[in-house]
């Protein structure tokens, strides 16, 4: 039996469910996108982002009954712009996880815009260097916040089993040719939000992304930005390769503006051509592309 997983992603606007299974290339077995009503959920750092949580835990008690799955254990994509991301260098390394906790709350408690002792903080070592030095990846997310997706998500029979941000499950999709490229730079427009992500020798040395850049104008100017930020805080490290990634709607205007932005000609990434569909979904591509963090989600479990 191959293993399976449920990913789901939630934004602004709707949300996702993606059922895979692995295997060399991993093969989505059921999904389907729906639209939430307007205003239902709304994106917020600070305040539980469902407005309605019986109108919410109705609509993700169907749709999983749609998929006809038993899987209930889901790993969860929220939006960025729910928590914050920090890429942060310490001059020393820890005894354990426990101490590394500590350091990072009492490096970041006065340059967060809520109480540090109210937010779930996780974090991953990037880079140790020789001279002790440590880079972390940090994620931030207020603790009123999660708790009540996953509580929701339990009202609707399901278990949040990991949750992470969309950006990263992006990543994750893309993982495959995109750890192909040592100093390259992943630039994405999904679900209204633009992200660009940029790694030197393997390791992400970038983040930042901007929501509600829909108008081409604010979203040349984000992508444009990031790179030039890049420029004056990395002296001496280039930007080799560049990927990019957007609805197939949006994907050739997306790639010639993120060229006129990096001045490199990005390489579009498809992801018909790093998973496959089972036999009986047959989506088109728009749809399997609606899909995406919700897939990038479920392969955190395969």
Not at 73 to 88: E, H, M, N, Q, Y
Request: aromatic share 8%.
């Amino acid at each position: 039996m191959s293993r399976k997983s449920l990913g789901l992603e939630l934004s602004a606007t709707g949300f996702s469910f993606a059922l895979a299974g692995g295997g060399k290339v991993p093969t989505v077995e059921a999904g389907l996108t729906l639209p939430f009503a307007p205003g239902l959920l709304t994106l917020s750092r600070r305040d539980p982002n469902v407005t309605d949580p019986k109108a919410f835990v109705t609509a993700l008690k169907e749709a999983h009954l749609r998929l006809l799955t038993k899987e209930r254990s889901v790993c969860v994509s929220l939006p960025d712009a729910v928590g914050r991301v920090v890429l942060l260098d310490l001059e020393a390394r820890f005894k354990n996880r426990e101490e590394g906790l500590d350091v990072i709350r009492w490096k970041l408690k006065k340059s967060l815009p809520f109480d540090i002792s109210a937010v779930h903080l996780d974090y991953q070592t990037l880079e140790e260097k020789e001279n002790g030095a440590v880079s972390l990846l940090v994620s931030l997310i207020s603790r009123p916040v999660v708790q009540q997706y996953e509580e929701l998500l339990s009202e609707a029979g399901l278990e949040a089993k990991l949750i992470d941000f969309t950006s990263f499950n992006l990543y994750r999709l893309f993982q495959p040719r995109l750890d192909l490229s040592e100093d390259g730079a992943f630039v994405t427009f999904y679900q209204g939000a633009m992200t660009v992500l940029i790694f030197n020798g393997g390791v992400l040395s970038f983040y930042r992304t901007k929501e509600g850049v829909g108008e081409v104008q604010n979203l040349f100017r984000e992508v444009n930005s990031s790179f030039l930020v890049y420029g004056d805080q990395s002296t001496g490290q280039s930007v080799s390769e560049v990927f990019c990634a957007a609805s197939p709607g949006d994907a050739e205007s997306f790639r010639a503006l993120v060229a006129e932005a990096s001045g490199l000609e990005p390489v579009l990434l498809d992801m018909e051509r790093l998973v496959r569909q089972g036999s009986t979904l047959g989506l088109d591509r728009p749809g399997l592309h609606a899909l995406a963090g919700a897939l990038g989600a479920a392969l955190r479990s395969l």
